[in-house]
């Protein structure tokens, strides 16, 4: 314990005395939740569209009109003519057209079903379908009041034909996300996202660091094990990472009203667990490569497999499936369903066994192979 506790102090000390790591562990956190829990999200907040109105009349002003006071479609350019339409949307001036062609008025009142076209840029596909989604929402709701309880009125977007003229009541309740915010689904994967790049990163730079100023060998021929040489080098940014962890968790409540429903304990718990995995991969990454710039390239490989494979942008269930098999692999995938399940929904420690499990046998692995990288490096 004695060689341990001058290990460790040397470790702090370098810590402190390098600058870039200290902006790297207060800045980096604090600027990437502010910038991502804003920006990554697949929520379409503003669509410019192009109006064709070939019926002129009350109802499709009227329709325009809803759509625009949704705040999802804002016209900005109209005229009869669907040439000039395309031209706009090709050049990008607008994400979609909206057609409603003659005798649009006079179709809904008479037969309670009117159809309008609705053409969209589908270069990105998940936008266009949400785009969709918002657009017949409105328009549904629409003709059912300025048609009223007469007959099932809707308005039918080309390319979606009604069937039927059964209604349907659908009353919805959300649970877990009342409000259905979009960062309270986002911000907990993305503080994932930050101490997984923090111990990744602080861990690949450690032994090669030592490498590269000569220090490696010195402490290869002193009596110092390897069980203290590596418990030497993952304590020091272990305890670190908790604590950017404690700090982002604290931005998340105060910038983002996150909820934590669940207990903070086993959120620690987790977190924990999973930065022995992120340290040990990082570790492990040191002990194969010369020059910190060597490592700087395989951790950033390794961190695009992780954010690909996790399920932080990309749900895994959209994956093909033997995809979805390889995303199981991921620990990162594994820590985010425990942040999200114990914060968002109050999951308790039996919901969650699961992922500590997992963690837990990725850690021993990861670690093991560290060590004895390490040995192989250093006989």
Known sequence: MRTLK???????????????????????????????????????RSTRMYVVDLDGSQASRGLVTRMA?????????????????????????????????????RDLVRTGTAPVQLVLNAE?????????TYAGAIMARYAAELTGELHPSRLAMEGAPVRGAAR????????????LSYQAYMVPGILVLLVTMVATALGSMNIVREKEIG????????PVTRAEFIASKLIPFWVIGLGVLGFGLAVARVAYRIPMRGSLALV???????LLVALGIGLWISTIVETQQQAMFVTFAVNMIYLL???????????PWWAQWIAQLSPVKHFIVLMRAVLVKGAGFSAVRVPLLV?????????????????????
């Open 124 to 132: 990105d596909g998940a936008a266009a379908g949400i785009r969709r």
């Open 268 to 274: 620690f718990l987790g977190a924990a667990v999973y």
């Open 309 to 319: 494979m996790s399920g932080l942008f990309t749900p895994i269930l959209s994956m």
């Open 168 to 179: 349907v009541e659908v009353r919805a309740r959300e649970w877990f996300n009342p409000g």
């Open 215 to 222: 220090t490696l060998e010195q402490l290869n021929v002193t």
């Open 6 to 44: 001058f290990l460790l102090r040397k470790e702090l000390l370098q810590i402190r005395r390098d600058p870039a790591i200290m902006r790297l562990l207060v800045a980096m956190p604090i600027v990437q939740l502010l910038l991502l829990g804003n920006a990554a999200t697949f929520q379409i």
């Open 69 to 105: 006071a949704s705040g999802r479609f804002v016209p900005v350019e109209a005229s009869p003519s669907m040439a000039l339409a395309d031209r706009a949307l090709r050049s990008r001036r607008v994400s979609c057209i909206l057609r409603i062609p003659a005798d649009f008025e």
């Open 359 to 379: 963690l837990a046998v990725y850690a021993a692995i990861v670690l093991t192979l560290a060590v004895r990288q390490y040995s192989k490096r250093t006989a």
